[in-house]
């Protein structure tokens, strides 16, 4: 029997972690081995030996494999489990049907006929002494949420415990009394407490949202402290698009001196036959130097925009007012009437103004994107340009 309870062991442990849904995250592996290992405690506390006691433990390991089918009618499940596997191992029918009451026994609600049933059934709930029972009953009721569609909020959770533990549930076995009961009892204290905690949490909670309600609808909203935000982040922007501007002109300017000087010094060496080595160094030198001076100008580039918009785009609130662009070709009249209706409507205006740091910020992003690919061409021209001209001096030693 021994060794049936071991290859038991091995056939279930490997069903429930291959075969088990991963929403039962509460009635899996973990639970069993715990049922499994409180039914041997009990066992020998109460003396239970021989083919009693391996019954009891057999059970324990199947009471919950039938999860693996679905958790409707799970002992029904477990139950032809269990039968199957035995049969497979030459285990007498009558056997099979002591352990097949055991695992109906653990049926909710169901009352414990004798000495056995009350056995498992105490083991089944041998986590409720425990000092991670909320833990462990958090697990159920994650486990409830998905699988049932079950949702309790803290409160509704706390109260269903409680219930369960003064209603539906007590320990049965002389063990279990001793040894759990007072266990339980102090997890309902933790309970109540717990509950107690959760309905003056719940009712600040719910006088804090009415007070700020009413604060909302009292008092204005925070207009100065919403245009100081508009002002100082416009004005960050702003400076860092001065900054990417001053880069990109010192490095046009740099580059256009050394053009110069490439063109003033180097280029009239080259029609000498001598300084034929000097050629595609130059050229290097001088096309990432161009390159540079491109994505210099490309950096400060303005875009062009159409200058227009329609009344329909100022009711439908799709333009822009405060960049200069989207109305640089309207009459005055016409911008007029739209400035109008922009400053009496609030939310238009602080759309408006969150588009314009948005796109004002998109800019920002293309003009430094181009810059550092600016520098980074800069850099690498001049390395491959020194390299060259090096290159190229010394195949003109060796060739001398």
């Known amino acids: 029997m021994e060794q049936l309870i071991l290859e038991t062991e091995k056939y279930v442990s490997s069903l429930l972690n291959d075969s088990l849904p991963r929403e039962f995250v509460y009635h899996n592996l973990s639970h069993t081995q715990r049922v499994v290992a409180a039914t041997k405690q009990i066992v020998e506390a109460e003396g239970v030996e ?10 324990a390991w199947f009471h919950d494999t039938g999860y693996t089918k679905g958790k409707d009618n799970h002992e029904e ?16 029918d009558a056997l099979i049907d002591e352990i097949s009451h055991l695992i109906m026994a653990t049926k ?109 609808n009292k008092a204005k909203l925070p207009e100065r402290g919403i245009e100081t935000m508009f002002r100082v982040t416009l004005r960050n922007h702003i400076t860092l698009s ?81 960049f200069f662009g989207n109305f640089h070709k309207m009459k005055l009249e016409e911008f007029e009437w739209a400035m109008n209706e922009l400053m009496q409507d609030k939310d238009y205006l602080y759309g408006s103004m969150t588009k314009d740091l948005y796109f004002l910020g998109k800019v920002l992003n293309r003009k430094y994107s181009i810059l550092r690919t600016t520098y980074t061409v800069f850099i690498i021209g001049i390395i491959i340009s020194v390299i060259a001209f090096a290159l190229s001096f010394k195949m003109q030693e060796v060739a001398v």
């Open 50 to 59: 021989g083919a009693q006691a391996h019954k009891l433990i057999l059970t």
């Open 77 to 92: 499940a477990s139950v032809a489990i269990a039968k199957a596997f035995l049969k497979e191992h030459d285990i007498s």
């Open 108 to 216: 909710m609600g169901y009352e414990p006929l004798n000495n056995l049933e009350k056995i498992i059934r105490d083991a089944d709930c041998s986590h409720f002494p425990e000092k991670n029972y909320s833990e462990i009953s958090e697990l159920l009721r994650r486990e409830w949420e998905v699988v049932q569609d079950k949702k309790y909020t803290n409160i509704e959770w706390i109260q269903e415990n409680i219930s369960f533990f003064t209603k539906h549930h007590r320990f049965y076995t002389d063990y279990a009394l001793e040894n759990w009961q007072a266990g339980k009892d102090k997890n309902l204290a933790s309970l109540f407490k717990s509950l107690s905690k959760q309905e003056k949490e719940e009712k600040k909670a719910k006088k804090q949202a009415e007070e700020l309600a009413l604060k909302k």
């Open 242 to 322: 001065d900054i990417a501007d001053t880069k990109a002109n010192i490095l046009l300017s740099v580059n256009a001196i050394i053009v110069s000087l490439a063109l003033s010094n180097l280029l009239p060496k080259l029609d000498n036959p001598s300084n034929s080595y000097l050629i595609i160094p130059t050229i290097i030198f001088v096309l990432f130097t161009i390159i540079s001076m491109v994505l210099s100008v490309l950096a400060t580039r303005p875009n062009v925009t159409s200058g227009k918009f329609t009344k329909q785009d100022v009711e439908n609130k799709k333009v822009n007012l405060l």
